[in-house]
Antibody, heavy 118, light 108 residues
Framework: QVQLVESGGGLVQPGTSLRLSCVASGFTFATYAFHWVRQAPGKGLEWVAVASDDESKQYYADAVRGRFRISRDNSKNTVYLEMNSLRHEDTAVYFC???????????WGQGIQVTVSS | SYELTQPPSVLVSPGQTARITCSGDALPKKYAYWYQQKSGQAPVLVIYEDTKRPSGIPERFSGSGSGTMATLTITGAQVEDEADYYCYSIDNSGTLGVFGGGTKLTVL
C-alpha cells in the first residue's frame, strides 16, 4: 500500500537550517510530483512547495521562496525539504503529499513537527 | 498573492445539508479541490476537479462551481462528518498553490 513517512523534524533556533525527508513506498515514485504542505499550531493548511516528477520544475510559496528548497532522489524514493534561515513563523507540522495528477493530493504522510524557538 | 476565502464555520443538524463555499478570482479557470481534516489527522481528499468524488468517499459529498465560487455540499450530514474542510486551487500562473482558510463544520 502507498506510504509516505516524514522525518527530520525537531526543535531548532531561529536562523538555523533543517532538512526534512519523506520516504515513499508502495508505488512507482518517479512518476509522481510531490508537495510539502504545513500547518502552524491551531491554524489552517498552507501550501509550501512542489517538485515535478523529474525535478525539472519546483515552485514555492511566497513565504518560503529563497529560503526553502525542495528536491528529490528518485533512486531513494525520497523527497526533501531543505529549510534555511528558519523563523518563528515556520513552526508547523509539515506534511508531504503525493500528486496523483496536477494538484490532486491523493496520499499524505502523517506529518512531522518543526519548532523554531530560541 | 492569491487567496481563497471560506467561511470560518458552518453549523448544521444531523441529516441536514451543509454547504461550504470557497471564493477566488482564478476559480473560473482553475479547478477547486476539497480536503477534510479531522483533529490530529492528515487531510483526506473528498472532491477533486470541482465535482469529482474519489473512490471511497460517500455519495453525500458533492462539489460544484460557478464563476469565482466553488461549493462543497454534504447532503444529509452525519456526526462523523464533523471536521475542518479546506478548498485548494492554484493561481492563474499555474505555479502557486493555495489553500482556503478552512471551515469548521459542526454537526450537532
Amino acid at each position: 500500500q502507498v506510504q509516505l513517512v516524514e522525518s527530520g523534524g525537531g526543535l531548532v533556533q531561529p536562523g538555523t537550517s533543517l532538512r526534512l525527508s519523506c520516504v515513499a513506498s508502495g508505488f512507482t515514485f518517479a512518476t509522481y510530483a510531490f508537495h510539502w504542505v504545513r500547518q502552524a499550531p491551531g491554524k489552517g493548511l498552507e501550501w509550501v512547495a512542489v517538485a515535478s516528477d523529474d525535478e525539472s520544475k519546483q515552485y514555492y510559496a511566497d513565504a518560503v521562496r529563497g529560503r526553502f528548497r525542495i528536491s528529490r532522489d528518485n533512486s531513494k524514493n525520497t523527497v526533501y525539504l531543505e529549510m534555511n534561515s528558519l523563523r518563528h513563523e515556520d513552526t508547523a507540522v509539515y506534511f508531504c503529499a503525493r500528486d496523483l495528477a496536477p494538484d490532486i493530493f491523493d496520499h499524505w504522510g502523517q506529518g512531522i513537527q518543526v519548532t523554531v524557538s530560541s | 498573492s492569491y487567496e481563497l476565502t471560506q467561511p470560518p464555520s458552518v453549523l448544521v443538524s444531523p441529516g441536514q445539508t451543509a454547504r461550504i463555499t470557497c471564493s477566488g478570482d482564478a476559480l473560473p479557470k482553475k479547478y477547486a479541490y476539497w480536503y477534510q481534516q479531522k483533529s490530529g489527522q492528515a487531510p483526506v481528499l473528498v472532491i477533486y476537479e470541482d465535482t469529482k468524488r474519489p473512490s471511497g468517499i460517500p455519495e453525500r459529498f458533492s462539489g460544484s462551481g460557478s464563476g469565482t465560487m466553488a461549493t462543497l455540499t454534504i447532503t444529509g450530514a452525519q456526526v462523523e462528518d464533523e471536521a475542518d474542510y479546506y478548498c485548494y486551487s492554484i493561481d492563474n500562473s499555474g505555479t502557486l498553490g493555495v489553500f482556503g482558510g478552512g471551515t469548521k463544520l459542526t454537526v450537532l
